[in-house]
């Protein structure tokens, strides 16, 4: 391996770990009546703002049918609505509902509240040097997903 690719390495290395030190208390995800794949859906609807089932099931790697019943029940608990999509009457949109983006803005409060307590232990020219580096790999990730498209 040469300099760049063992950086690279150490990279990933220090992001795995800066994820399971996060997860060290218990996730308040836990504590809610969804399942894993539920709960998935959920995060990738609202971060799409809307989908339809066939790219739901592509993204998560399952059957149109298994993507029915998991959008059934969120429907049941009001966390998702299906829409008719004005571009094609025959298909529905998905879309998260207040009450289900009210779940996931708590989620992601609480996991931004837990992050700012770890970051505040640091110091200010240490915090300066992460955001330096958190811009820089900001960047490289746009990049990359600009050039995917």
Same mark, same amino acid.
């Given at each position: 391996?040469?300099?760049?690719?063992?950086?690279?390495?150490?990279?990933?290395?220090?992001?795995?770990?800066?994820?399971?030190?996060?997860?060290?208390?218990?996730?308040?995800?836990?504590?809610?009546?969804?399942?894993?794949?539920?709960?998935?859906?959920?995060?990738?609807?609202?971060?799409?703002?809307?989908?339809?089932?066939?790219? #739901? @099931?592509?993204?998560?790697?399952?059957?149109?049918?298994?993507?029915?019943? +998991?959008?059934? $029940? %969120?429907? /049941?608990?009001? =966390?998702?609505?299906?829409?008719?999509?004005?571009?094609?009457?025959?298909?529905?949109?998905?879309?998260?509902?207040?009450?289900?983006?009210?779940? #996931? @803005?708590?989620?992601?409060?609480?996991?931004?509240?837990?992050?700012?307590? +770890?970051?505040? $232990? %640091?110091? /200010?020219?240490? =915090?300066?040097?992460?955001?330096?580096?958190?811009?820089?790999?900001?960047?490289?990730?746009?990049?990359?997903?600009?050039?995917?498209?």
């Amino acid at each position: 391996m040469n300099g760049k690719q063992e950086l690279v390495v150490e990279a990933v290395e220090l992001q795995r770990r800066v994820n399971r030190a996060l997860r060290q208390t218990p996730d308040p995800w836990l504590g809610l009546n969804l399942t894993i794949a539920q709960l998935k859906t959920l995060f990738f609807i609202s971060n799409r703002g809307s989908t339809n089932s066939r790219s #739901l @099931a592509e993204a998560l790697a399952v059957t149109p049918s298994n993507v029915t019943g +998991i959008i059934d $029940r %969120l429907v /049941e608990h009001q =966390l998702v609505s299906r829409q008719e999509d004005p571009k094609d009457r025959r298909a529905l949109l998905l879309r998260v509902t207040d009450k289900g983006e009210s779940i #996931l @803005a708590g989620l992601r409060e609480r996991r931004a509240t837990h992050m700012s307590e +770890i970051l505040t $232990r %640091l110091t /200010e020219r240490d =915090l300066n040097k992460i955001i330096q580096g958190l811009t820089l790999l900001v960047q490289a990730a746009e990049e990359y997903e600009a050039g995917r498209e």
